[in-house]
Structure formats: structure tokens, C-alpha cells
């Protein structure tokens, strides 16, 4: 079937999400001003290769130069068939030597007999030698009539600056999950391919921002499903992904502390044989999630209602280092559970004086306003500001700092619960709770301020 072949743009219009690129170059085709080098930076599976095959056939077509190839003529079909002596294809992976380059500056003066306009089409071009770049810039700098070079990279930070200034640099962008989303239900309708959209919504995430990605696992997980639809929990069990619900009900567990809740989860996950990176993804990617929604206005699941901006931001960071950290050690799973500690026990480990400053009301500024600023003040008023939370709608936590504290608020938990119907959770006082004196002895508080 390979539905990244089949469904390669062959037109400007159909590339999907580089419009700031196509335009460009559409306008230079009808114009007639082709820049001798183009540079295409982007990350892969965004369309680099093909648009510069369509601006390839909008200069060899026997309309052309167009902005609109007709896709039929003799040099448009050789082009896509990847067969044209015209356009020259070069993989800078393998062919990256000074040899390389010599064979280049040797041809690039020939031009195939009814052939228009020669392009180059370098991929993955940083991965030339300085010696193979030294030898290409005089050709880029005065390239012969009617010839162009591509130069299409993944990390555009590897070209020398010499050939970056010789160049027209576009930026491919990453597409949108929803823009994969759609295009995969598009492409799923002309196959007769029963996708659901939450399915197809679970391949673009995993297709990290590339349409070629999506389109690789929606063929991959037609062949998996067989005549099944292409549902949610068959997309899960094709690429061993944790199910949606999983990670709120790990988030919900981390915002009460229940650290022994979470464990379970992550050992499931392991055994279905989900990856540690691949896990705390989703889990990175739910709290992203979370933060967009405080972000446009909306309101936070009711089990989550506890969560609050502080929350979520450190939880963020949190998992950004793990990401970092994770590539380095040799102990993953030792690293994660760290980390998951970290999100846990945040509200306790959070030094106070970076919530209040001094003589400020004793609470966590809530997302919703001064009114629930005033509420906890009235109903906690003679308790000292640092060991009050507020965790959301008529949601507190008390944080006792000795065991005489705790049987206190114990008795005032009790009291306006039954007065006021609010949720207020005591937490355990630091000697009984050897695991957090541990962390707050070993952590550096510093780093988990966001």
C-alpha cells in the first residue's frame, strides 16, 4: 500500500501546513526569480524533499516554468518517479566526501538533452565534511544559468554560516496534531480504512508533529487491525500505549500524594511493554494538556479541580528534566521514580516564601481570584500562612509542622467539614513521614521553584 508514497503533494497546494514556503516559492516560479541555492530546515517528515521535487517539476515542466506543474508531461513524470537526469538526488549520509562534491562541480555545467533547468536536491546536507562544503561554495556562490541547489537538513545549525549566506532559507514547521488528525481521516475515507478520530488523533501525537510518520503508522496499524476498526484501544495495543485515562487518574494521584497509587500504573505500563520514555511522554503530554486548558479559560476535570497553576507548572518542569537527565544514567527507572516523588510530595517541599511574600494572605494565589483568597482567609485566620493550602473549589490541605500541630488540625478538620461541607486533608507531620524528611534533606529546593 506504502500511503507515503501514494499520497506524496505532488502540487504546491497539497503540501499540508508550509504555506509561508509554498507561497514563496510559487510566486518565484510565476515571477521568474529563482535563487541559485535554497536551504530547507525542518524536522523530518514535514515535507522538505517533496516541495523541493514539485519546485523541480515547476521548472522542467513543458508548461512551465509554472507554479502549477501539469503532473503529466514526460519531465514531471520522470521527476516523480525519482528517474530524471535533470534532477539530481543526493543523500549527504552516504555521499558526503569530497569526492562527492567533485563528481558534482564536474556535471553541473551539463545540462540532459530537453532538459530546462537542473536542480541538486541534497538531503540531510550537514551531514557533508567541512572538506565537501570548502568544496561546494564556489559553485554556490556562481552557479551556472539554469541550475539550482536544494539543501534540505534536519539541523540547520551544522551549515556553515559560508553556505548559509549563499542561501534562501525556509523553515518548515512541525504540523499540528490536528492538522495530522484531519489528514488522516481524509486519507482513511479514500482507502475505505474504518479510523475513529480519537484513534486518529493517538497516531498524529505519536507521529510527533511529521505527516510521513502518521501516514506510516496509519498503514501500520490498518495491517494490525485486519478487518477490526481502527479504534482507540487497537491503536494502544498496536504501539503499546498506556490507555488516555491512565494518566489522569496518575495526575489525580500525584495532586493527593498517594504516591502508592501511581506505582501501579508505571509497573502495568512496563509489563505491556511501554517504554519508560514513552510513558512519562504521555504523562508530560496530559499536564500539557492541563496547562492549555487554565491557559484558553476552560475548567479542569472535577477530579482535578485540586490542581492549581503552581502545580502544573512544576510538574512541567519537572518531567522537561527527567527528559534531560534520562539519556544520561544508567539508572531510568530509579530516575523516574525520583521523579514522580518530586511531583508528589511538591506542595510539602515548595519553600513557602516563594508562594507569599511576607505579611501576604496565608494561601497559594488561586486561578480564580481574590474571592477564594478572602474565603480561606476568613476560615483559617489563626493559622500561620505557611501550612495552609488551597488546592481548589472548597478543597484545602493543612500542613502540620509537629505532631502536636497535626492532632490541632485534625480537630479543626473535623469541625468545618461538618460546618462548612469543604475537603480539608491534614498531612502527615514530618516525624512520621520518614520518606519526606529524606527529601527535604536530600533535594535542593531551588530547583523545583518554577
Known amino acids: 500500500m506504502n500511503l507515503p508514497v501514494k499520497y506524496r503533494p505532488k502540487k504546491f497546494e497539497d503540501v499540508t501546513g508550509q504555506r509561508h514556503v509554498t507561497r514563496t516559492l510559487a510566486n518565484a516560479l510565476r515571477s521568474g526569480r529563482i535563487a541559485p541555492v535554497y536551504l530547507f530546515a525542518g524536522p523530518r517528515g514535514v515535507g522538505k524533499t517533496t516541495t523541493a521535487r514539485i519546485l523541480a517539476m515547476g521548472l522542467n515542466c513543458a508548461e512551465g ?10 519531465a514531471c513524470t520522470e521527476i516523480m518517479q525519482g528517474r530524471s537526469l535533470t534532477v539530481v538526488e543526493m543523500d549527504a549520509a552516504s555521499q558526503r566526501g569530497i569526492d562527492d562534491i567533485r563528481e558534482i562541480r564536474e556535471k553541473v555545467h551539463l545540462l540532459p538533452p530537453g532538459g530546462k533547468h537542473k536542480v541538486y536536491i541534497i538531503d540531510e546536507a550537514h551531514m557533508l565534511t567541512r572538506e565537501a562544503f570548502n568544496a561546494l561554495l564556489k559553485t554556490l556562490e556562481e552557479p551556472p544559468e539554469r541550475v539550482t541547489f536544494v ?3 534536519t539541523e540547520p545549525h551544522k551549515i556553515p554560516e559560508t553556505v548559509q549566506s549563499r542561501a534562501q532559507r525556509f523553515s518548515f514547521q512541525p504540523l499540528s496534531t490536528e492538522v495530522i488528525t484531519r489528514r488522516l481521516l481524509e486519507v482513511a475515507g479514500q482507502e475505505n480504512i474504518p479510523l475513529e478520530e480519537e484513534a486518529a488523533r ?4 505519536q507521529a510527533e508533529g511529521g505527516m510521513r510518520d502518521a501516514l506510516s503508522l496509519l498503514e501500520q496499524a490498518a495491517v494490525f487491525a485486519g478487518d477490526r476498526p481502527l479504534t482507540v484501544d ?23 500524594g498517594s504516591l502508592e497509587k501511581v506505582i501501579p500504573h508505571l509497573e502495568s505500563a512496563l509489563h505491556s511493554g511501554t517504554g519508560l520514555d514513552r510513558w512519562v511522554q504521555g504523562l508530560t503530554r496530559a499536564v500539557n494538556h492541563l496547562i492549555q486548558r487554565i491557559m484558553q479559560g476552560e475548567p479542569l476535570p472535577e477530579n482535578l479541580k485540586m490542581l492549581t497553576d503552581a502545580h502544573l507548572l512544576a510538574w512541567a518542569r519537572m518531567l522537561l528534566e527527567f527528559d534531560v537527565v534520562y539519556r544520561h ?3 531510568p527507572e530509579l530516575l523516574l521514580e525520583y521523579t514522580l516523588m518530586r511531583m508528589a510530595y511538591y506542595p510539602r517541599l515548595l519553600p513557602t516564601d516563594w508562594i507569599r511574600p511576607e505579611g501576604a494572605p496565608a494561601t497559594v494565589p488561586s486561578r480564580r481570584g481574590s474571592e477564594g483568597t478572602a474565603r480561606t482567609r476568613e476560615l483559617f485566620a489563626d493559622l500561620p500562612a505557611d501550612v495552609v493550602r488551597e488546592q481548589g473549589e472548597g478543597s484545602y490541605l493543612l500542613l502540620p509542622r509537629n505532631r502536636e500541630e497535626y492532632e490541632q488540625f485534625q480537630q479543626l478538620r473535623e469541625e468545618l467539614a461538618s ?4 475537603t480539608i486533608q491534614v498531612a502527615k507531620p514530618p516525624e512520621d513521614d520518614p520518606l519526606l524528611q529524606q527529601l527535604k534533606e536530600t533535594l535542593d529546593l531551588e530547583e523545583v521553584d518554577t
Do not use: I
Open 65 to 74: 516554468p509554472t507554479p502549477e506543474p501539469c503532473g503529466k508531461c514526460r
Open 151 to 153: 539543501l534540505a537538513t
Open 202 to 205: 493517538r497516531l498524529a501525537e
Open 234 to 256: 487497537v491503536v494502544e495495543e498496536l504501539l503499546g500505549l498506556p490507555p488516555a485515562h491512565t494518566f489522569e487518574e496518575v495526575l489525580e494521584a500525584l495532586a493527593q
Open 329 to 331: 544514567t544508567r539508572f
Open 419 to 422: 460546618r462548612t461541607g469543604h
